[in-house]
């Protein structure tokens, strides 16, 4: 059974900084693009950034220079650097992973989120 498995969220204050980890855990055959996504109080889950497997990235506009994501391909684990966090940037982060388990099996992985809170 594939997982994957946040951590690293928690309250900061405005300025500060968090780093987000999500493991990706089971019968892992293959693990393509991972992503981080946001889901802010009464509002839609939104993209963040994604990267693949070769470590090419991309970002939402709005997310540029203050997220940084990363990926260790050896440990299955995506991470999440964010960097002069703003009030308007408390959401739950979710995790997301494109894997191939060792069934042939391919589908779409969300992991449980983990809450970040901007706050002073």
């Known amino acids: 059974q594939v997982q994957l498995v946040e951590s690293g969220g928690g309250l900061v204050q405005p300025g500060g900084s968090l780093r987000l980890s999500c493991a990706a855990t089971?019968?892992?055959?293959?693990?393509?693009?991972m992503a981080w996504y946001r889901q802010a109080p009464g509002k839609q889950r939104e993209f963040v950034a994604g990267i693949a497997s070769g470590g090419t990235t991309n970002y939402a506009d709005s997310m540029k220079g203050r997220f940084t994501i990363s990926r260790d391909n050896a440990k299955n684990t995506v991470y999440l650097q964010l960097d002069s966090l703003k009030p308007e940037d408390t959401a739950v982060f979710y995790c997301?992973?494109?894997?191939?388990?060792?069934?042939?099996?391919?589908?779409?992985?969300w992991g449980q989120g983990t809450q970040v809170t901007v706050s002073s």
């Open positions: 089971g019968n892992i055959f293959r693990i393509y693009d």
């Open positions: 997301h992973a494109d894997i191939t388990d060792t069934h042939q099996m391919a589908r779409l992985y």
